[in-house]
């Protein structure tokens, strides 16, 4: 019989995953909407059908959350712990406009209350930590932003001798369909690491086999949630990534999603669970960088770099501190 302990994780876990979608959302659509070349409301509404439909088509970064990153069982009060840590940051930070990655807020939390339950670190699998989380940390921002670069100096190369106004008629266009994109390789990635939570918060909870897939039920709840989540919307962040970084026309806004969707589907594929915030957020600035090095805000775009790496650390010691507390009621 199911407890109510497990019930409150599933519950918590899905309430992160509709956070992780209006947190999110600026990703996929930002660039799209600042360029116009979609509204608003129509870039959310097809951001979060793509987001649903991209969170049920594969199992391999869920099944490194659930397998790969922690190498004991846990209490199904310890993932609550994490949930709830990695929920604190989401907020704080969608709170103050910094478009920081829910995926390693999450990722943070669960190593820090994993740590806090075993009292030491033992219980990690840092193998996993540095194959799956940390080498992708560091190198996807890296190739999201010179694949930037290079698709936008290639455009500057092929449209050299077009109006200007063609030119952003014709990507203005394209972006809808890159908008697409983004926005399925962000279901794609992102939905899963929540599959992997209740994954986990299943098997710990005795109602599922060690070696279990995601349970179909699973992938639509999640699917269902980060889809309701994006339809929200993420006005602040949106502001951010939008012109924050740099200015985008239509070009621009196609670069950046095409390399952005190119790294986040590479990466999902080998079941890395990379942040699309700073995917997206470094292919954006190699596409200003594109055009001259000065047309990208570094000021801002140090403050971005800067959450990026304290992330990790404050999500594992909010997932710990949270961990802690349960403990003393549960």
Known sequence: MISTILVAVIAVALLFEFING???????????VYTRALTAGKAIALAAIMNF????VSENVAKTISQGLV????????????????????????????????????????????????AGPEGIIWSGVLQKV?????????????????????????????????VNGVFAKLQIATAALVAFSHGTNDAQKTMGI???????????????????????????????????GGWKIMKTMGGGVTKLQPPGGFAAQASSTIVIELMSHLGAPISTTHV??????????????????????KDIVLTWVITLPIAAALGGICTAILRLFL
């Open 134 to 166: 940390i080498v992708p940390l560091v190198t996807s921002p890296f190739i999201g932003f010179f694949v930037g670069f290079g698709i936008m100096k290639l455009i500057f190369v092929l449209c050299q001798n077009s109006s200007p106004g063609r």
């Open 53 to 56: 439909f991209g969170a049920l």
């Open 22 to 32: 209006f947190h999110d959302t600026a990703n996929a659509i930002a660039t799209s």
């Open 198 to 232: 209740i994954t986990l918060a299943l098997v710990s909870g005795g109602m599922l086999p060690e070696t279990a897939g995601v349970p179909m039920w699973v992938k639509i709840a999640c699917a269902a949630c980060i889809a309701g989540g994006t339809s929200v």
């Open 280 to 301: 997206i957020t470094s292919s954006v600035m190699g596409v200003g960088s594109a055009k001259r090095l000065s047309a990208v805000k570094w000021g801002k775009a």
């Open 71 to 118: 190498g004991i069982a846990l209490e199904e009060y310890v993932v609550l712990g994490a949930l709830l840590g990695a929920i604190i940051w989401n907020l704080l930070t969608w709170w103050k406009g910094i478009p920081s990655s829910s995926s390693h807020a999450l990722i943070g939390a669960l190593v820090g209350a994993a740590i806090v339950y075993t």
